[in-house]
């Protein structure tokens, strides 16, 4: 059969168009759009997922910064009582509890005597530590918050001694009141019998703070209310103030004390036992 041109043009045009519509049959369109629902939805949530995951994270960030900048306070003293020391039931610092108990294992060279968290009054706190066997010589580490929730905490001061204790120096960074912050004795290896002697080993830390104005002025009172004035001076008002100090939870600041009592008066049985009362607190 004779098929003229234009009949042959309109031919391929329908069988073009009869192609196109087999290639895109009614199953295929829903397939396919479908698809792009489902697409269209996995993009919405994972959108959604980031923007949820962006905005916890700032709340988080938000709420540390906010109790960071919250001074750190005692926890209550009862009533007709005495405070006690804090320990944990673990090394988290918000799991504070009132008990005997801080720093378990006497005699652990460099172990630091004092409870997992304790308490200063003056600015320039007394810190002691265990003697090692034959150390020479203490290198003592002051850090910027809690080195437990932060191993990267920066070293606010250092110094080494020779002897397993020390008063925070007038010239050293001054601590802030209210603000956490932990301390940890090393030695040198060879001064432990390791035979090397290119490295320290290293205690383990505990923390401490400086009590804030509103938190030291019940302290300060009592102190008044016994007339024991600013600086003792007899035997007895120092120990009176000391065992003042422990009532409260006072640990840096009476301790101190007992220690020079001890060092003054190794043959007083009061001091005596009061200093081994005021250990075993934290044992």
Request: with cysteine; net charge positive; aromatic share 10%.
């Amino acid at each position: 059969m004779f098929v003229n041109k234009f009949e042959k043009i309109s031919l391929e045009k329908n069988l073009l168009k009869r192609n196109s519509l087999k290639k895109i049959s009614p199953r295929s369109s829903f397939t396919l759009h479908r698809s792009l629902s489902i697409m269209l939805t996995f993009a919405l949530c994972f959108g959604l997922c980031l923007t949820c995951g962006y905005v916890a994270s700032s709340a988080n960030s938000l709420t540390t910064a906010a109790q960071a900048q919250q001074p750190r306070r005692p926890l209550p003293k009862p009533k007709g009582g005495a405070r006690g020391f804090e320990q944990y039931a673990g090394r988290d610092a918000s799991s504070r509890l009132i008990a005997a108990g801080a720093t378990r294992g006497a005699g652990i060279p460099r172990k630091p005597i004092a409870p997992m968290e304790g308490i200063a009054l003056d600015a320039r706190p007394f810190f002691l530590w265990e003697p090692g066997l034959n150390t020479q010589t203490y290198k003592f580490m002051l850090y910027d918050g809690d080195v437990y929730a932060d191993a990267k905490a920066p070293v606010v001061w250092q110094t080494e001694t020779k002897e397993p204790q020390l008063v925070y120096p007038a010239d050293a960074p001054a601590l802030k009141p209210g603000h956490l912050y932990s301390w940890r004795v090393a030695a040198p290896q060879s001064d432990i019998r390791s035979g090397n002697s290119g490295s320290l080993t290293v205690g383990f830390p505990v923390r401490f703070f400086v009590l804030v104005d509103e938190d030291a002025q019940p302290v300060k009172q009592a102190i008044s209310d016994a007339k024991l004035g600013a600086t003792p001076a007899t035997l007895e008002d120092k120990l009176k103030h000391a065992q003042l100090l422990a009532e409260y939870g006072v640990w840096y600041d009476a301790l101190h004390i007992a220690r020079e009592l001890v060092a003054e008066n190794p043959q007083n049985d009061d001091v005596q036992a009061f200093y081994a009362s005021l250990i075993a607190g934290i044992e």
